[in-house]
């Protein structure tokens, strides 16, 4: 499961934001890929050590408006792949 970051501060460092978003998501943190750090452009993709889909969304919740920085993240999670569940019968 991935969100992506956008609004990252200009002023961080890659590491910045790498150790920012461990220390936010804890045991939710897979992996942080960190894309033009250091520009007006910065963002983040932040994989997460969860299989259930929801837990993607509700961490983007956690996640948006959270200041870094000064600066007001925004967040949003990858809708999940895969066909939606078929209604019982």
Excluded at 36 to 60: K, Q, R, S, W
Aim: some cysteine; proline content about 7%; charged content about 25%.
């Amino acid at each position: 499961m991935h969100l992506t970051v956008w609004n990252v501060p200009e002023s961080c460092s890659e590491q910045d934001v790498r150790e920012f978003f461990v220390r936010e998501l804890g045991h939710y943190a897979k992996g942080v890929t960190v894309y033009d750090a250091g520009t007006p452009n910065a963002h983040a993709d932040l994989e997460l050590n969860a299989d259930i889909p929801y837990i993607a969304e509700a961490v983007a919740r956690e996640l948006q408006g959270r200041r870094f920085a000064g600066v007001a993240l925004r967040v949003s999670a990858q809708p999940f792949d895969g066909e939606a569940p078929q209604p019982q019968r």
